[in-house]
């Protein structure tokens, strides 16, 4: 006698499992464009870095190094990529996977 929840032909399981590959899907999806926009922007970020080094008149106003910084990359991106180096933040697929989860609830 088999288990009526060890049945192949469940169509909770299958829900499940149709759910559960979408979600790990959209994750890697996800984790893809993550990574593919933040290869673009560090070296972009680099670039922005090497203005605070670069030599300056004493009476270059900060505004004017920002504008050269922010015409490399948006405020927005630069500040994404800044806070990316402080955290050590990391690609992580199962956190995609449950935001996806979490989407679709």
């Known amino acids: 006698m088999t288990h009526p929840f060890i049945?192949?032909?469940?169509?909770?399981?299958?829900?499940?499992?149709?759910?559960?590959?979408?979600?790990k899907a959209t994750?890697?999806?996800?984790?893809?464009?993550?990574c593919r926009a933040r290869n673009q922007d560090l070296p972009k970020a680099g670039?922005?870095?090497?203005?605070?080094?670069?030599?300056?008149e004493r009476?270059?106003?900060?505004c004017?190094?920002?504008e050269q910084a922010f015409a490399l990359?948006?405020?927005q991106r630069l500040t994404r990529v800044?806070?990316?180096?402080?955290n050590e933040a990391s690609c992580d697929e199962i956190a995609f996977e449950?935001?996806?989860?979490d989407s679709m609830a």
């Open 27 to 34: 994750a890697k999806k996800a984790v893809s464009e993550y």
């Open 47 to 56: 670039e922005g870095l090497k203005l605070f080094t670069a030599e300056y």
């Open 73 to 75: 990359l948006n405020r």
């Open 98 to 101: 449950w935001e996806h989860i």
């Open 7 to 23: 049945v192949c032909n469940n169509p909770l399981i299958h829900l499940v499992k149709q759910y559960s590959d979408e979600a």
């Open 59 to 62: 009476t270059t106003p900060f």
């Open 64 to 66: 004017t190094v920002q």
């Open 82 to 86: 800044a806070e990316y180096m402080v």
